[in-house]
């Protein structure tokens, strides 16, 4: 065996025209091997320094078997790995100028892995990077300075995972380290078995504070759990307990056809990464409360006082996936256009004020801009005007960003929708114990109040058996079918009134006829049941345009528009 050792005060020069090998140990002990530029030292055993390497020239690991490297916090300025059996990290080192992959990779187990400030990685693949396999960490140094501000860790946790996690930062310049760990801890402890790349990134900063953050990480296949939706995927960040913090603006379809990338940008805090999910989207909690004047219109079907009647239901007609697909009701976000129940939720024998009327659309407003539309998702509406989630009794959960204050809009298929006021944002706060309440029902001023509309307030009051509801104005036929003006007004006479629909789309001309709506024909005729009865009837008792000139007050010149 060949141990080639270095004593003190001993200077030794690798000069381009030479290319020494130490083909078994290379030590330096209290001395300084400088390395001119071009030249190569190749060492086919393990390596050890207490000083740092000088020049510009590079080591090379080119064993026959696993080499140990212990730098002891000390430079090298230049570091090639060809040892297809890799190479081990043995104590902390730094990397001065380039640390290039030829062949296998570098473990560096507990030990950090220094990148210098304007040092590199360069030609890591799935096949050759380094792996922190255990408490370790690749460091990068000023991280966000000028010409420094970007930074690729070609991590994994072990030679068969490779997880690489981009970091951009635009905020004060900082060391940042970054490792890969095995698992994502859903709750700190528990592996999670489902929703998510199983694979996490631990990034830190040595400052704390400063930080705005661009990250970018990758996963393949095989890393993905039970039920992970590649479609709907982030960047969330472990927070504690069970909480993960994903905004719902970054849940999208991964980048890539494997392996496969999500970004995430203004991240002000460093910690736990993982790609998550729909599953674990940032979510509120609301109670909200609307009536909608068809279904509180009149008398029969199954209404009663102070409640809406629930024939849809009843008469087995409400679909089990959600109807809002087209017209004014344009699904955006997360959530929106996927939502279905079971059957059970319709299917309940006994009358109570729970049982569901119909189903409704729900639009997530941004606080400050309401026109900004940020999330959509479909609920069920109760027969009490409890809007509830997809299992009939529960509060509406609506992804947000981040904690802070919205604007909610609530609209129906055949009725007007309606907005909170501008004054009154609801503020939405994240797995909140108590959530947010907003009631429509009790007074006009409970919905925005366009200034521009003079013919009718948002909102009409129905008085049916001494209970008056302030409701969502019925018979708006073309919501479903029309993104313009016709889809957000109620008209009875004249060009485009819904009145004609009714007799003509309907019924076909026959203005002594009836239709029956039936499952089958809910998503195509329903919205001509202005009164939600079961029934489409033009004249005679229980007909459904008297629920347009309920709206318009009795005036037929008038026309209800939406406000919005």
Known sequence: MIKRTFPYAMLIWAFACI??????????????LFIESGATVTVQGDMSSNANIGGTGKILLKGSSTQNVNMNGFTIPNLDIENPLNANLTGNAIIGNNLNFTIGSLRIGNNTLTVANNATVTNATNAKFIVTNGTGSVKK?????????????????????????????????????????????????????????????VITEEVAGGSNLAIDGTWSSAD????????????????????????????????????????????????????????????????????????????????????????????????????????????????????????????????????????????????????????????????????????????????????????????????????TPNASPLNLVENAVSPVSWDFTTAVNKAYADPTITSNAPLIAVTFSGNTKYCLIGGNTDGMTNTGANGRTVIYSGSGNDKSSILSAALAGNSSGSLTITAANYQTLGRYDLNMNGSVIYSGSGNDPIVILNALGSNTSVTAKEHQ
């Open 19 to 32: 290319s020494p090998a130490a083909f078994a140990q290379l030590t330096i002990n209290n001395a300084q």
């Open 141 to 201: 140094n000023n991280l966000g300075a000028a010409g420094n501000t970007s930074f690729t860790f070609p991590i994994g946790y072990s030679a068969a995972e490779y997880n690489p996690v981009t970091v951009t930062n635009t905020g004060t310049a900082d060391n940042y380290a970054a490792r890969a760990t095995q698992q994502v801890l859903v709750d700190g402890v528990t592996p999670a078995t489902s929703d998510f790349a199983n694979n996490s990134w």
């Open 224 to 419: 993905e759990l039970s039920n992970f939706n590649r479609l709907k995927a982030g960047i969330a960040r472990y927070t504690a307990g069970s909480d993960w913090d994903l905004p719902a603006s970054n849940v999208l379809a991964a980048a890539g056809a494997g392996p496969y990338t999500r970004n995430r940008s203004g991240i002000t805090n460093v910690g736990t990464f993982a790609v998550a999910d729909l599953q674990f989207v940032n979510k509120a909690r609301v109670n909200l409360k609307v009536f909608l004047q068809g279904a509180y219109t009149g008398s029969g079907g199954g209404i009663a006082a102070g409640l809406m009647r629930d024939q849809l239901r009843a008469n087995n007609i409400l679909p089990v996936s959600q109807p809002y697909n087209a017209g004014k009701f344009i699904h955006q976000g997360v959530e929106g256009g996927t939502e279905t129940v079971a059957a059970s939720v319709f299917n309940v024998a006994a009358v109570t004020d729970n049982n569901i009327v119909d189903w409704v659309f729900v639009t997530l407003l941004d606080g400050n801009v309401p026109a900004t539309k940020l999330q959509t998702r479909t609920a069920l509406l109760q027969r009490d005007g409890d809007i509830v989630d997809l299992d009939g009794v529960s509060p509406l959960s609506l992804p947000i960003n981040q904690n802070g204050n919205y604007h909610i809009s609530v609209g129906h298929r055949n009725h007007l929708s309606v907005r």
